[in-house]
């Protein structure tokens, strides 16, 4: 779908908005799959450590929220459409679909932990273009504010993990 943006007061607005709303709604899809499946592993996981991970499941999903509120409401500041809806995140997302063999807590930890580290390096290759190409600054501090948390989140998820390294 192409990009559409409409007219905003906004200088960057004019001029590179649609390249920075085609990254951020990039990123949109990417954080409202992450945001499912982590819900998926809050309801779904089992085994020994079940109360501490789903609740640290729940944490992360909440973080993943705001983060997706803030993203499509830059993508409408830019005069863009946030393309937000499950449907639409399913068709641009890259994120992997998560597991459904296996729910024991390890197992859940280590797919959850792929699913924050390829959203933060996906996202993480983007600060450039958008700081230095299209001279965006705003949307390149939100993302890099995103990327550390979701680096964050990674490193809870790897804590947890047999094999934190």
């Not at 909440?62 to 803030?70: C, N, P, R, S």
């Not at 641009?92 to 679909?97: A, H, N, P």
Request: glycine residues 4%; aromatic residues 8%; charged residues 25%.
């Amino acid at each position: 779908m192409a990009t559409r943006t409409s007219a905003t007061h906004v200088e960057l607005a004019h001029k590179n908005a649609p390249a920075a709303v085609e990254l951020l709604n990039r990123q949109l899809a990417n954080l409202t799959d992450l945001f499912t499946q982590t819900k998926f592993a809050h309801w779904n996981v089992r085994g020994m450590h079940f109360i501490a991970l789903h609740k640290l499941f729940d944490e992360l999903a909440e973080k993943v929220e705001e983060a997706i509120d803030e993203f499509a409401e830059r993508v409408t500041a830019l005069g863009g459409v946030a393309r937000g809806t499950l449907r639409m995140a399913e068709e641009s997302s890259e994120l992997d679909e998560f597991p459904t063999d296996d729910f024991s807590g390890e197992n859940v930890v280590a797919a959850l932990a792929d699913r924050f580290a390829a959203t933060a390096n996906s996202m993480g290759e983007q600060i450039s273009t958008l700081d230095e190409d299209l001279g965006d600054s705003c949307t390149a501090d939100i993302f890099t504010q995103t990327v550390r948390d979701l680096e964050q989140a990674h490193y809870f998820l790897q804590a947890h993990s047999r094999d934190p390294a």
